[in-house]
């Protein structure tokens, strides 16, 4: 399903609005993302912005900000976008928890563990994403996930042992909380503080995706990843909504295509990234732990219970809401 939607977004993109060119005012739009360039998100970022170049024939034209190069990281895009200090921004939804829990839900360990199960989740709960961001003056125009996190370190973290005391980032509360049942010691981090910390000594190891890691060379400073497939958290790519109630309705129609092209190859990539991203991190001479044992997994999906539960408590009606619907698609 995702890569039939990728074939028909990707070739509707292709064609040239020449009927629907937008007599509005040119204009160039700050984009910024916490990631690098070559991510998963920064890619994703870069084909809705070439896409909508193209749609608009350059009338709107995209300033790409990766890296954290414009000093926002994703917890204050939210306020950043809402109050027009930032047009667009591509964030990771993790960190605006303290906004919403909502925000908590693709990060939620190993809830979802296959692709077509994010994406299910993902559609399940895309309405209420829509509806805070609405909320907050903005509008959600795409999310896509990273591929699923695993354990980076300085030695193998494949046992319970292993994981006893280490030092390890996490990327929010619900990560946090898995990994002190774990008998870890989890800091949360924001993505641009993680190279710092890694390089002063101020953790052992980072729980983040291989793209995450591979897109920051992290190989130079950690020597093994193991693969648990913790979670594919999504990133949203959000727009100030002033900004987008300034454009005609065929600027509007553009930056929907966009949008959806963008999006599309966000999910098409998904199964692929991980592989490519092994390659590398061998190629750097890393050591990656696909098999860990099934009492590992068990323990650790044990220690996840805790997150999960406060996640639905906090939630409420609306969290109900979201499972029914996810495990409703699940079972088609």
């Known amino acids: 399903m995702i890569n039939k939607t990728l074939t028909s977004i990707l070739a509707a993109g292709a064609v040239t609005l020449g009927a629907q060119q937008a007599a509005a005012q040119s204009m160039s739009l700050d984009l910024a993302n916490e990631y690098p360039p070559s991510s998963v998100h920064g890619q994703s970022a870069d084909i809705f912005a070439d896409t909508l170049q193209r749609l608009s024939g350059g009338d709107i034209e995209i300033n790409l900000h990766h890296g954290a190069s414009l000093g926002y990281k994703s917890v204050d895009q939210f306020d950043a976008v809402g109050d027009g200090a930032l047009p667009l921004a591509s964030s990771f939804m993790g960190p605006w928890a303290g906004i919403d829990e909502l925000f908590l839900l693709s990060s939620l360990p190993f809830l979802a563990s296959t692709p077509e199960q994010v994406w299910d989740l993902y559609q399940a ?100 990843f193991t693969e648990v497939n913790y979670a594919s958290p999504l990133q949203v790519l959000h727009m100030n909504r002033d900004t987008y109630e300034s454009l005609s309705d065929e600027q509007k129609e553009m930056v929907e295509k966009a949008a959806a092209a963008g999006e599309a190859y966000g999910w098409w990539v998904l199964p692929r990234r991980q592989q490519e991203n092994y390659a590398k991190m061998r190629d750097n001479g890393m050591t990656v732990i696909e098999d860990v044992s099934d009492d590992y997994l068990n323990s650790l999906n044990a220690a996840a219970e805790p997150a999960i539960e406060e996640w639905r408590s906090g939630m409420g009606e609306r969290g109900e809401e979201i499972l029914e619907a996810y495990q409703a698609r699940i079972d088609e």
């Open 125 to 224: 709960a895309k309405p209420y994403y829509e509806e805070v961001l609405e909320e907050n003056n903005q509008i959600f125009l795409f999310a896509t996930p990273w591929p699923p996190s695993g354990l980076w370190g300085n030695k193998a973290i494949d046992s319970m042992e292993a994981l006893e005391g280490t030092r390890i980032r996490t990327y929010d509360s619900s990560g946090t909380v898995t990994l002190r049942e774990a008998g870890a010691e989890p800091i949360q981090l924001s993505w641009a503080d993680v190279v710092p910390q890694l390089s002063t000594g101020g953790i052992d190891g980072v729980l983040t995706s291989a793209d995450g890691g591979a897109s920051a060379s992290l190989w130079e400073q950690q020597s093994h």
